[in-house]
């Protein structure tokens, strides 16, 4: 059993930690920086979760990820790119975390996760456990798989956060995004779209109905596939919050359990 103090989970969207529609990929390190002082706020253990951005999903989407026509061979071939971009990103989070007094460590998806049909089949946490008792904050990246049906498939930072908050019954989820929540319709078509600060059984079913997708290249579904992932908890006592990453000081609040403006999914 994990004898670890206040786990919390916090997603760093890749719209934030990259220059989204760049190319080729690169990292927004000014964010980077800022997110890592903030993270160095939270007293216990921590798991960061990094979505893909520019890193995943441009070298995804040239491979024709996310789209069901696309031959294998052709997905194979992204394997390298994809992973060796994600790689990247995720030693320049490494590197902040442990300058800014975070001992961290980064463990890869690609080398222990298998997918079956784009869909988790095996996930082994035990290691993540073991690194989180030793003191390190774990980094786990969005990455792309071997997957017994596909070949390859993509494994997203929102996947791997739900997972995770089931499988070491994590108690606070934060999803960091570019935007301040769930909104809605989608902000960036309307910008007068009105937050919601409170998803719950009332008004799930209209919020998700109304929620946009992510306006950049994106092959894993963008807010509302964020937002039914987060759903796949509701049986569990997790607090979870979609907040806006890009906003100094929100993350900090969230941390302390300080209200912020976010969207809190509760059940
Ligand atoms: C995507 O993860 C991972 C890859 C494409 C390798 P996410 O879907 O969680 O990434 P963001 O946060 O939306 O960029």
Same mark, same amino acid.
């Given at each position: 059993m994990l004898h670890l103090k206040s786990l919390t989970l916090v997603k760093l969207g890749g719209s934030v930690i990259t220059q989204k529609k760049v190319s080729p990929p690169t990292v927004n390190n000014m964010a980077i920086n800022r997110i890592a002082k903030e993270l160095?706020?939270?007293? $216990?253990?921590? &798991?960061? /979760?990094?979505?893909?951005? =520019?890193?995943?999903?441009?070298?995804?989407? *040239?491979?024709?990820?996310? #789209?069901?026509?696309?031959?294998?061979?052709?997905?194979?071939?992204?394997?390298?790119?994809?992973?060796?971009?994600?790689?990247?990103?995720?030693?320049?989070?490494?590197?902040?975390?442990n300058a800014n007094g975070i001992p961290s460590v980064v463990i890869p998806p690609f080398s222990s996760v298998s997918m079956h049909d784009g869909e988790i089949m095996n996930f082994p946490t035990d290691i993540i456990k073991w690194a989180l008792e030793a003191h390190c904050a774990v980094i786990i990246h969005g990455d792309v798989c071997l997957?017994?049906?596909?070949?390859?498939?993509?494994?997203? $930072?929102?996947? &791997?956060? /739900?997972?995770?908050?089931? =499988?070491?019954?994590?108690?606070?989820?934060? *999803?960091?995004?570019?935007? #301040?929540?769930?909104?809605?319709?989608?902000?960036?078509?309307?910008?007068?779209?009105?937050?919601?600060?409170?998803?719950?059984?009332?008004?799930?079913?209209?919020?998700?109905?109304?929620?946009?997708?992510?306006?950049?290249?994106?092959?894993?579904?963008?807010?509302?596939?964020?937002?039914?992932?987060?759903?796949?908890?509701?049986?569990?006592?997790?607090?979870?919050?979609?907040?806006?990453?890009t906003a100094p000081g929100r993350l900090t609040a969230l941390l302390a359990d300080k209200s912020t403006t976010c969207t809190r999914i509760e059940f």
């Open positions: 160095q706020t939270h007293q $216990g253990s921590l &798991i960061v /979760v990094l979505g893909g951005g =520019a890193h995943g999903h441009q070298a995804a989407h *040239i491979h024709g990820f996310g #789209d069901s026509s696309t031959p294998l061979e052709k997905l194979l071939a992204g394997i390298p790119s994809i992973h060796h971009n994600m790689t990247l990103l995720s030693l320049e989070v490494e590197q902040a975390l997957d017994d049906v596909q070949g390859a498939s993509i494994l997203s $930072g929102d996947t &791997i956060s /739900v997972y995770l908050a089931k =499988a070491l019954d994590i108690k606070r989820v934060f *999803i960091g995004t570019d935007v #301040d929540g769930i909104f809605e319709e989608d902000p960036r078509v309307n910008p007068n779209a009105t937050l919601v600060s409170v998803i719950d059984s009332s008004n799930k079913d209209s919020v998700l109905a109304g929620a946009g997708t992510s306006a950049a290249t994106d092959v894993t579904g963008g807010m509302a596939r964020k937002a039914w992932e987060l759903f796949e908890l509701a049986n569990q006592t997790t607090q979870i919050a979609i907040f806006n990453l």
